[in-house]
Nanobody, 114 residues
Framework: QGQLEESGGGLVQPGGSLTLSCVAPSIIFDGNAWGWYRQAPGAQRDLVASIGSRGRSRYADSVKGRFTISRDSTKSTLYLHMSSLKPEDTAAYYC????????WGQGTQVTVSS
């Protein structure tokens, strides 16, 4: 599967915005569906947004209307633009294939707090 590199997390106030990025190996990026997953402390890792190889996107109900997933094949990069952030969005965010492969990146931490 190769290395996945997530970035863009940080501390943001409620109502704020962040954009996460994930660089994937080009050999597996094109032609595959991808997803953003998140895991809060003590919770399971859940899929919050996915995008197909042709760009069709789907979202968990908890983020619908607030998060936007996109992909750039020229850069083998997956994005997640998050707006109207809530404290319950606090989690480590990961990218992976959808369904996920066996290897995960380090993730990027998003903390929503005043």
């Amino acid at each position: 599967q190769g290395q996945l590199e997530e970035s863009g997390g940080g501390l943001v106030q409620p109502g704020g915005s962040l954009t996460l990025s994930c660089v994937a190996p080009s050999i597996i990026f094109d032609g595959n569906a991808w997803g953003w997953y998140r895991q809060a402390p003590g919770a399971q890792r859940d899929l919050v947004a996915s995008i197909g190889s042709r760009g069709r996107s789907r979202y968990a109900d908890s983020v619908k209307g607030r998060f936007t997933i996109s992909r750039d094949s020229t850069k083998s990069t997956l994005y997640l633009h998050m707006s109207s952030l809530k404290p319950e969005d606090t989690a480590a965010y990961y990218c992976n294939l959808n369904p996920p492969g066996p290897y995960w990146g380090q993730g990027t931490q998003v903390t929503v707090s005043s």
